[in-house]
């Protein structure tokens, strides 16, 4: 048993994942201790009440500063290789992303440089990425396939997933995206290659995680939503062909364009809607009556040099859940950083510190499912947590560019930057 002690202020986040107004309360409480043992959080109170409750065990002094949940990252395409730093400069001399794509850069860049690289390579690159972001806070991180869309670097992607997470310390929970882009020059175009995703992809995915990891959950099942890549009724039909197969659901939405992919989410039980940046106010009160967590990814808009973010205010407003992601790509936003992406939120969608740190554990954690197990420091909880340089935590949204994370507790086990 360990007992971390003297921390100045302790966001516990406890109570469960907050809807709209709730998530302006971060559950502060002052001059705490947070108890542990093995990987689970056993006890949380007052600093001297702790002290005295276990005389003889091991102490760890936080020196008055703050400790929040780890951060969990619920969206990020981790598992990639190459860069697109040519693109960037493109787009800086005024080519849109859509234009990009149609010239063959975009995803089907990175698809290329992926598909070639072995297992190896495609490990160590996505690892120095995971360590990087665990330096920043993020404990746990979903991680999603999507740059081979042919079976062969599909299953490598999520077979460096499965090895990364091995490795540690940073976890991470696996997204299938098959339906990230159509494969260049695909006989049939979207029609035939949705038809295969349905028919052939996503049974053989099973097949592949049952043989491969039969003890975890399979991964959930994502479709980049948009005008020229998955209509509407194509992502539909690989959603629920996947709710069939045991896979749950998740989507990248209204990015560029307001499909209605936001009510497509809450129509059919996504776990969570990510990007929503031309949501209709129709869509985000949709969304906001179900149980589908809002995904914004502030990261992107800013990465593309665009002014336009997701209206979260309106989905607070709504009393909808709000998480926040990096979307880590090598395309639009290659950042590890949440904290860099919650000191974005508060200046581009105007979340106080508390709800962007809400968004950023406990409602992230819901965006991927395991809000019983991570996201806040509560009994019971994985003790996953970090303890800040500072004594107050809204210098997290404050300040920005700079790690602010002094040391991160992963499973009960520190780990000092
Ligand atoms: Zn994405």
Partial sequence: MKILHNISECLTMAGGPRRGSAMAQPGLIRDTAVVMEGEVIVDVGGSDEMLGRYPNEERIDAAGRAVVPGFVDPHTHLVWVGDRANEFEMRLQGKTYMEIMAAGGGILATLTATRQADLETLVSESQARAERAFSYGTTTMEAKTG?????????????????????????????????????????????????????????????????????????????????????????????????????????????????????????????SADHLVKTSLEDIKRLAASETVAVSLPGTPFGLGQQEYT???????????????????????????????????????????????????????????????????????QADLLVLEVPDYRHLTYRYGTNLVAEVYKKGVRYVN
């Fill in 147 to 271: 740059y081979g869309l042919d079976l062969e670097t599909e299953f490598r992607q999520l077979e460096a997933i499965l090895l990364i997470d091995q490795q540690g310390p940073l976890e991470l929970v696996p997204t299938y995206m098959g339906a990230h882009a159509i494969p260049k020059d695909y006989p049939g175009g979207t029609a035939a290659f949705t038809d295969w995703l349905c028919e052939v992809a996503l049974p053989e995915t099973k097949k592949w995680w049952q043989e491969h990891a039969p003890e975890k959950p399979l991964p959930f099942n994502d479709v980049f939503c948009e005008q020229g890549v998955f209509e509407i009724e194509d992502t539909r039909r690989i959603l629920q062909r996947g709710e069939e197969l045991g896979f749950r659901s998740k989507l990248h939405a209204d990015e560029f364009v307001n499909l209605g992919g936001a009510s497509l989410a809450a129509e059919i039980g996504a776990v």
């Fill in 311 to 381: 209206p979260a205010r309106a989905i607070i407003d709504a009393g909808g859940y709000l998480a926040l992601a990096t979307d880590l790509n090598p395309g639009t936003t290659w950042n590890e950083s949440m904290q860099f992406i919650q000191a974005l939120a508060c200046r581009t969608m105007k979340l106080t510190p508390a709800e962007a740190l809400a968004a950023s554990t406990i409602n992230a954690a819901k965006a991927v499912g395991l809000e019983d197990k991570i996201g806040s420091i509560e009994v019971g909880k």
